[in-house]
């Protein structure tokens, strides 16, 4: 049976490299908001936006964190790892600055989105805990086939992860 997952994500650059992986299928994603419905959320400030977030990882068993080049140390990205790592959820991120955009162009790859999140009170980062995978390949379609071929075993072994810490 597949997993129910939350995918994290920067909308705007990175939008059309997530539609990519959500067409995968190896597990049941959360439905994407269409862009104007995050901009009714965004219209209603912080707290809907937390609302919405929290109705959408609702029933999730894990986040799935997808890196581009400016996933970083955003603020909805940050409180979206948080609220999964807290809640108990798997959280794993797949880099994909690697896969093309709806131009045909690749990015850069970005900071680890998980070095800028403590963990507990030992000063540690969650990045010490929890995996980004940067998906092997020398282009678009190679990567595009890692994620499509590991995804599912990386969403299983954060959740165990998770489970262990």
Not at 84 to 111: A, P, Q, T
Not at 142 to 147: C, K, L
Not at 154 to 160: N, S
């Amino acid at each position: 049976m597949a997993r129910r997952v939350f995918y994290s994500f920067h909308y705007r650059p990175d939008v059309f490299r997530v539609s990519q992986v959500r067409n995968i299928g190896a597990i049941e994603p959360n439905r994407p908001a269409t862009d104007n419905d995050w901009e009714t959320v965004k219209s209603g400030k912080d707290i809907a936006i937390k609302r919405w977030i929290t109705a959408q990882m609702k029933g999730r068993s894990c986040t799935v964190v997808l890196v581009g080049q400016d996933t970083a140390n955003r603020k909805w990205i940050n409180h979206e790892i948080i609220k999964s790592w807290d809640e108990g959820m798997g959280v794993v991120g797949i880099r994909i600055h690697g896969l093309k955009n709806s131009d045909g162009y690749i990015s850069n790859m970005g900071s680890n989105p998980f070095g800028y999140i403590g963990y507990g009170h030992i000063g540690r980062n969650l990045s010490t805990i929890v995996k980004c995978y940067n998906p092997a390949g020398s282009n678009s379609k190679e990567r595009y086939a890692w994620i499509a071929k590991h995804l599912e075993n990386a969403v299983e072994e954060a959740i165990k992860i998770r489970n262990e810490n």
